[in-house]
C-alpha cells in the first residue's frame, strides 16, 4: 500500500527527533549495486528471424578477413583437407595439375627382332683397289682383301669382363659396293633392349661373317672377342670367332707411336694422327650407364649417345688401317728402310 505524502513528512521528522535524542544508530552499509553479468553465449543476439539461416552465414563470413597474407593459408587449409579426406581437387577455378614429361624412349634403327635393333649407314668413298699389305702388324708376306675386313668394336655392361659382362651393343664396318649407292663403307649396329635379345644378337652378328672375314679392332684381341666368344659359349651356340683372322691395330700403333704423344688411346690417335675432333661424345665408361638406366625405365637420351660414339669407333677403325698401311710403305720406299730404328 503506498503511503501519502504527509504520513510521509510526518514519519522523516519524527525519525529526525529520534535521532537527536538517542544515540547514533550505525549507517547502515549502502548496497551497491550488483554488477552487470557477462551475457552468456546462448544468450547472444541471435540473428534476426526475418532473415534467413543463409543470409546470416553469409554476413559472418563477409565479414572475416580476406586480406592477401590470409589467402597461402586458406588455401593450405582447403589442400591439407583434401589430402585428409582424399579427395581431388575440382573446382572450376583451380589450376590444372601439371603434366608428369614423357620420358624419350626413343631407340635408333630398327627393330628386326624382340628386343633387338639393328641401326644402318653408308659413307659414300672409294674402296682400296688392291690387296692391303699386314707387313705394319708384322706379317710380311701376307695381304687381304679390303671386303673381306671387318671392323669391328662391342659396347659391354662393365670392363671387368667376366661371365657377368655382356655386349649390348656390336659395330661392324665394311668395305661394300652397294647396288644403289655405289661403293663406300658400310656400318652395322646390333642393340639390344631387353636381356633376352642376346641370343638374336649373336645369331645375326655370326651371318655377317664369312670364312674369309679377317677381324680388326683396337684392343679387340685382348678384351673384345674374348668377350663375345664367352657369350657364344653361354647361350650354346657356335664360336664363329676362333677360325678367324684377326689383326689387332693396337699393337702397330703402339709401336709407332710410343712416347709420340702422351697415351695411345684411340681418342688420342685419331685426334692427333687423323685430325678427327668428337663433339658432344660420350665416354666409353659411361655407356654401362647408358644402357642399365634405360633397362629400369629410363629415358634413350644417352644410349643414342652410344650408339653414335661406337659408330664413330668403327669409322676410326677403318681409317687407321689405311693409314698404317700408306705410313708402312713409305717406310719401304725410304732409303733408311734398313736402319732398325727407323722400322719400330
Known amino acids: 500500500m503506498s503511503l501519502s505524502l504527509d ?11 529520534a535521532k537527536a535524542v538517542a544515540p547514533a544508530a550505525p549507517a547502515l552499509p549502502v548496497v551497491e549495486a550488483a554488477p552487470q553479468l557477462p551475457v552468456a553465449a546462448n544468450d547472444a543476439k541471435q540473428p534476426d528471424t526475418a532473415r534467413s539461416v543463409f543470409a546470416w552465414v553469409e554476413k ?3 565479414h572475416k578477413p580476406t586480406g592477401v597474407a590470409s589467402a597461402p593459408r586458406q588455401a593450405a587449409d582447403a589442400m591439407g583437407l583434401r589430402r585428409l579426406l582424399g579427395v581431388r581437387g575440382r573446382g572450376v577455378g ?3 595439375a601439371p603434366r608428369t614429361r614423357a620420358l624419350d624412349r626413343n631407340l635408333p634403327g630398327t627393330e628386326i627382332e624382340p628386343g633387338l635393333h639393328l641401326i644402318e649407314s ?3 668413298q672409294e674402296i682400296p683397289p688392291a690387296p692391303l699389305s699386314l707387313a705394319f702388324a708384322k ?3 701376307q695381304h687381304v682383301a679390303p671386303c673381306d675386313l671387318l671392323f669391328f668394336d662391342t659396347e659391354t655392361t662393365g670392363l671387368a669382363g667376366g661371365t657377368g659382362t655382356r655386349a649390348f651393343m656390336i659395330g661392324a664396318a665394311d668395305w661394300h659396293l ?5 661403293p663406300g663403307l658400310r656400318i652395322r649396329q646390333l642393340m639390344i633392349s631387353t636381356m633376352a635379345a642376346e641370343t638374336a644378337m649373336l645369331r645375326t652378328f655370326t651371318s655377317w661373317l664369312s670364312p674369309t672375314t679377317v677381324f680388326s679392332s683396337y684392343n679387340g684381341r685382348s678384351y673384345d672377342a ?3 666368344k664367352t657369350r657364344y659359349r653361354l647361350a650354346r651356340q657356335r664360336d664363329p670367332i676362333t677360325a678367324l683372322d684377326h689383326v689387332d691395330l693396337l699393337y702397330p700403333t703402339r709401336r709407332r707411336y710410343r712416347g709420340v704423344w702422351e697415351n695411345c688411346r684411340l681418342a688420342t690417335i685419331e685426334r692427333q694422327l687423323l685430325k678427327i675432333v668428337r663433339e658432344d661424345d660420350l665416354p666409353g665408361s659411361e655407356a654401362p650407364s647408358a644402357w642399365l638406366r634405360y633397362l629400369r625405365g629410363g629415358d634413350a637420351v644417352n644410349l643414342r ?4 660414339h661406337n659408330h664413330q669407333d668403327v669409322v676410326t677403325l677403318a681409317q687407321l688401317f689405311i693409314r698404317l698401311v700408306e705410313q708402312e710403305a713409305l717406310a719401304d720406299m725410304s732409303p733408311l728402310a734398313d736402319c732398325p730404328s727407323w722400322r719400330r
Open 178 to 182: 652397294d647396288p644403289r649407292r655405289g
Open 7 to 17: 504520513k510521509l513528512r510526518l514519519l522523516r521528522r519524527q525519525a529526525g527527533d
Open 122 to 124: 653408308f659413307l659414300p
Open 60 to 62: 559472418e563470413i563477409r
Open 226 to 228: 674374348p668377350l663375345l
Open 139 to 141: 706379317r710380311e708376306q
Open 94 to 96: 583451380s589450376a590444372p
Open 305 to 308: 649417345r652410344v650408339a653414335e
